[in-house]
């Protein structure tokens, strides 16, 4: 099932009879990093999410991963029936765990992170970025991904990518963080811990995760809903659906600057 991720030819055993490059494991899990990724940048983006992944639990809790959202997501996609579908940056696996396909795949840039999702559920995992996909053309009927997409390396390389292996007519859900500043930001934060309800155990919380140990992803995009969509169209989507708190009102969404894009492959 997984191709070289530059020659996009069927691995025998972990190695591409083209480049004959032969791929390694990290406990089990398949290391499909490209040749032609810029060596420094992957080795600096890999570490970074390796070290979030190690001795952490619930990383992206503060960003709107309770169980209600996961149910909610997972229902999104089940609403397209798929029978392969595809993770990007599956973290630590809450969400891939909640989706019930026949075949499923994950990908992420952390081994730390899919060593967790494996444990959570049955899937094909791999370590890879997100602009050189192991996987033929056409291979998924559905691919999403949740808070990835602002940290892409090269997000217009990501998406091409994305739709290069998803099957015409197949659709793509992602979940984008718009931009708040600084304003913006402790506006959000106050809707979430003090008003209009006051969370006093989950603000000293969230507190301290930001004291004791702070999370810093190396690249942070700054989207409007313009420029996402943008992208998106860019790579050959269409944006079919987006959802938010102001056209869905009552979504299980952290805030209005989250959005919700339902893409179909043109």
Known sequence: MFTCPDCKVPLVDLRCSVCELQFTTNDGVPVLISR???AEV???VSSAYEEIYTDRSGVWVDQGRTPEFIAYFASLVAANRPTK???VGCGEGFLLAAVQVAHKWAVDVSANALHLAR???TAEFAVA???QLPFADETFDTIYSVGVMEHFVDDNAATAEIRRVLRPGGSYLVLIH???GFAGSLRQKIREYLS???RPLALSQWIARKLRRPIRQPIQREYTVDSARACLTRAGLRVRREITLRSDPGTPLVGEHVVIFICDRL
């Open 36 to 38: 032609a990724a810029p």
């Open 42 to 44: 992957s080795a600096h």
């Open 129 to 131: 970025f997100a602009e």
């Open 85 to 87: 579908a595809l993770e």
């Open 119 to 121: 444990n959570k559920t």
């Open 196 to 198: 209009p309800h006051f």
């Open 178 to 180: 718009t931009h708040l």
